[in-house]
């Protein structure tokens, strides 16, 4: 009965695409690496050729806790992200950052950030939320203005299926999502963010998003092989169990009838990549084999050469 309103809205966005990707980083687990996937692949697409020139990269530290904020030492000036949600009047632009990487001499603009704020964390009740226009929404609304400003918006946001997770999922075009192989639970709840809360969230959308990624095993050790082999017998649970979702494109990309790939991306479990936040500074600054890692995952998933 709607057919002529699809097929317009599908001609809108065909005529009128909007320049960035919004890439929300969400596992509804802990411990999976989601802030330092942001800041890593950030710093990867804003400086490195992957493709016909180096792309302009904007980071939403969405997460009350703030880690992403304090890995990279930034600081919210006079006008708030808090602020910004509670007051539409305000200009977005206002609270935008630069991530500088300091040299002896000079210091380089790597990417742009969107700090968090103490304010932040006041928002946890039904009464503060109250001051929030359109509750959920309005993450997805704030950052309309920089769609055509960059390449990619990158949003961090914490575990629980809460305001701000449920805010930066809403906002995202694609959600990434991180597991561990030796952590079971990361893949059930994977699997629980394929199945539940993206659907939900697209229903509530009502125009085709956001659509999943396949997921990537961060933190890998050497020699763990057997590790691999058993959450790949975990995953298989985890398909023969789900009945409304076919779960093997999010999990097995490669699997194809006859030729039963299970590869999945990996990160590996490189010291340097968790200490690299105590200088302030990606990772893959400091360390060329982490650098041609995060390359991989930015070719795996976003650059098309």
């Keep these: 009965d709607n057919i002529e309103s699809i097929v317009r809205n599908l001609r809108d966005k065909i005529e009128n695409y909007e320049r960035a990707l919004t890439v929300c980083v969400y596992n509804n687990k802990g411990g999976v690496g989601k802030t330092t996937t942001i800041i890593n692949l950030a710093a990867t697409l804003a400086t490195t050729t992957l493709a016909t020139k180096r792309k302009k990269v904007l980071v939403v530290d969405f997460d009350s806790q703030g880690d992403l904020t304090r890995s990279l030492g930034a600081t919210p000036g006079k006008i708030t992200l808090t602020q910004c949600l509670k007051d539409p009047k305000i200009d977005i632009h206002a609270i935008v950052q630069t991530y500088r990487l300091k040299g002896k001499q000079t210091t380089l603009p790597i990417f742009d950030i969107i700090p968090r704020d103490p304010e932040l964390e006041t928002l946890t009740d039904s009464q503060s939320l109250a001051y929030i226009q359109k509750g959920t929404r309005r993450l997805r609304d704030l950052i309309a203005p920089l769609r055509n400003e960059y390449d990619y918006i990158l949003i961090d946001c914490p575990t629980q299926w809460l305001y701000f997770s449920q805010s930066g999922v809403f906002a995202a075009d694609v959600i990434l999502i991180p597991t561990r192989p030796d952590d079971l639970?990361?893949?059930?709840?994977?699997?629980?963010?394929?199945?539940?809360?993206?659907?939900?969230?697209?229903?509530?959308?009502?125009?085709?998003?956001?659509?999943?990624?396949?997921?990537?095993?961060?933190?890998?050790?050497?020699?763990?092989?057997?590790?691999?082999?058993?959450?790949?017998?975990?995953?298989?649970?985890?398909?023969?169990?789900?009945?409304?979702?076919?779960?093997?494109?999010?999990?097995?990309?490669?699997?194809?009838?006859?030729?039963?790939?299970?590869?999945?991306?990996?990160?590996?479990?490189?010291?340097?990549?968790?200490?690299?936040?105590?200088?302030?500074?990606?990772?893959?600054?400091?360390?060329?084999?982490?650098?041609?890692?995060?390359?991989?995952?930015?070719?795996?998933?976003?650059?098309?050469?």
């Design 185 to 305: 639970s990361s893949l059930n709840n994977a699997a629980r963010v394929i199945t539940s809360f993206v659907p939900e969230t697209a229903k509530s959308r009502q125009d085709g998003g956001p659509r999943t990624l396949p997921i990537f095993f961060n933190g890998v050790s050497s020699g763990s092989e057997y590790t691999i082999k058993l959450a790949n017998e975990e995953i298989d649970k985890l398909i023969n169990q789900e009945k409304s979702v076919d779960l093997r494109p999010y999990f097995w990309p490669h699997f194809k009838r006859g030729n039963e790939n299970k590869s999945i991306f990996r990160i590996p479990d490189y010291a340097v990549i968790s200490s690299a936040s105590f200088a302030r500074i990606p990772a893959v600054f400091r360390d060329r084999r982490v650098l041609e890692y995060y390359q991989s995952l930015a070719r795996e998933y976003f650059i098309d050469e």
